[in-house]
């Protein structure tokens, strides 16, 4: 057990509708890390916030967004859903950042269909 | 930008085989470098890392080596077992510009037969 949660563990929902992905980080890191795994695309980071502030962006399509709370526990939003926006979504969490390679600790992930 | 290439796979090996997952990367800076196992649904578990070159990282039987010259990190066990069956992803991390994301390569399936 990394120490991360993640909810819901699966989620299927329809074409054009929005959803929520909730994680909670390890007790002390700062730093909250999503990263989608798909077939064709694999293990891609789409964001990245440090103590309630967006720190990095990658292939994050406009439609999704997030943000981290006072509680430092993030959520992913997924809007106007695509068929090809079926994929694991991860969560990871680090102390913060640091030169030395902070490690990232994953989640179980959320498993997201869309029909 | 940032890259991680690895062997493709599926890797099928027997008990107590030898097992290498080559993996090479591209980057600027000076990376730290992970293997993470991801077993049958289940998320991603840190298996070892390196941060610095000559570093060698290891955990569980398995070992790697932050090799510089030659930009690699191969992953390598002397006899591996049934519940080694996973897969491995070996991935980078630069912390220039204020952020550890990490690039992955796209993951070797090992399957180990008893």
């Known amino acids: 057990d990394s120490g991360v949660t993640q909810t819901p563990k699966h989620l299927i929902t329809a074409t054009g509708q929005r959803v929520t992905l909730r994680c909670s980080p390890r007790?002390?890191?700062?730093?909250v890390y999503w990263y989608q795994q798909s077939l064709d695309q694999g293990l891609q980071f789409l964001i990245q916030?440090?103590?309630?502030?967006?720190?990095a962006k990658g292939n994050i399509l406009e439609r999704f967004s997030a943000q981290q709370f006072p509680d430092l526990h993030s959520e992913l939003n997924l809007s106007s859903l695509e068929l090809g926006d079926s994929a694991l979504y991860f969560c990871?969490?680090?102390?913060?950042?640091?030169?030395?390679?902070?490690?990232?600790?994953f989640g179980p992930g959320t498993r997201l269909l869309v029909l | 930008g940032n890259s991680v290439t690895q062997m493709e796979g599926p890797v099928t090996l027997s008990e107590e085989a030898f097992l290498t997952i080559n993996c090479t990367y591209t980057?600027?800076?000076?990376?730290?470098l992970f293997w993470y196992v991801q077993y049958p649904g289940e998320g991603l578990q840190l298996l070892l890392k390196?941060?610095?070159?000559?570093d060698k990282g290891s955990n569980k039987g398995f070992e790697a080596t932050y090799r510089k010259e030659t930009t690699s990190f191969h992953l390598e066990k002397g006899s591996v077992q049934v519940s080694d069956s996973a897969v491995y992803f070996c991935?980078?991390?630069?912390?220039?510009?204020?952020?550890?994301?990490?690039?992955f390569g796209k993951g070797t399936k090992l399957t180990v037969n008893p």
């Open positions: 991935a980078l991390s630069d912390a220039g510009g204020g952020s550890e994301k990490l690039v």
């Open positions: 980057a600027t800076g000076y990376p730290s």
């Open positions: 990871a969490s680090s102390v913060g950042v640091s030169k030395g390679g902070g490690t990232q600790y």
């Open positions: 007790s002390g890191d700062l730093s």
């Open positions: 916030y440090y103590n309630g502030e967006e720190r």
């Open positions: 390196a941060t610095k070159a000559d």
